[in-house]
């Protein structure tokens, strides 16, 4: 990494943090006063564009986007692959409102996570995943039912460009219950914006947004056949843009 580029990077650390301080303290004066969209609007969307314009300006990262006429009309469950925070601030800002799955711990951060807690976030405990599972099911079929878009990162975790986690059913559990489809979303953030370290490089993002995937059925089988297609749909299309030598997707053994 060039000293230019070392420079460039703590700039963007600095300004990014201070916008985050200011926004969200800004925001739990004012939010509480806001419908929930409009509370979105000005907590999530406007302050993530605002980071991604840094992410642009300072560390020459940009986006292209494919496939932006599958987006249905109507809200339903998001499942895309985990590479980094840029994907984060990119889909927080391109579908709105959304709500995410989270770590409780994260909603006690002063002032950050006070102004999560304002965005009806699916905020769970890790420790207990069965009450995780019943939760993001709640929770999330009455976001679906507000019209909220419910994004979930079936792998979990952020992983290593190159690589797919295990894909979690919670995601294709929720989509079956409520009645909606998945949109499968791929993208190559981590080849920029790695998971590990502080270290970015400059490039042009692809996000891949595929057909919605509705299931065929109900149930167990019907719940695992979606999972697999979604997973199988977005490993091949991170095949697709180079970011995975072989598209093997890794869901779950569907069950007997």
Known sequence: ???????????????????????????????????????YRFINVYWCR??????????????????AEHVPAIPCVILSNHQSTWETFFLSAYFQPLSQVLKKELLYVPFFGWAMAMLRPIAINRDNPKEALRQVATEGDKLLKD?????????????????????????????????????PIAHNAGKFWPKDGWGKRSGTIDVMIGAPLFAEGTGPRAIAELNDRACAWIAQAQHQMGALQEAKPTAAPTPE
């Open 147 to 183: 019209n909220v878009w419910v994004l979930i990162f079936p792998e979990g975790t952020r992983v290593p460009y190159g690589t797919m986690g295990k894909f979690t059913r919670s995601g294709a559990a929720l989509a079956v219950n409520a009645n909606r489809p998945v949109l």
């Open 1 to 39: 990494m060039s000293t230019l580029m070392a420079i460039r990077i703590a700039v963007f650390y600095v300004l990014l943090g201070l916008s985050a301080l200011i926004w969200c303290s800004l925001g739990f004066f004012v939010c509480p006063f806001l419908s929930f969209p409009a509370r």
């Open 50 to 67: 605002f980071a991604l314009l840094l992410t642009r300006v300072f560390l020459g990262i940009r986006v292209r986007v494919t496939g």
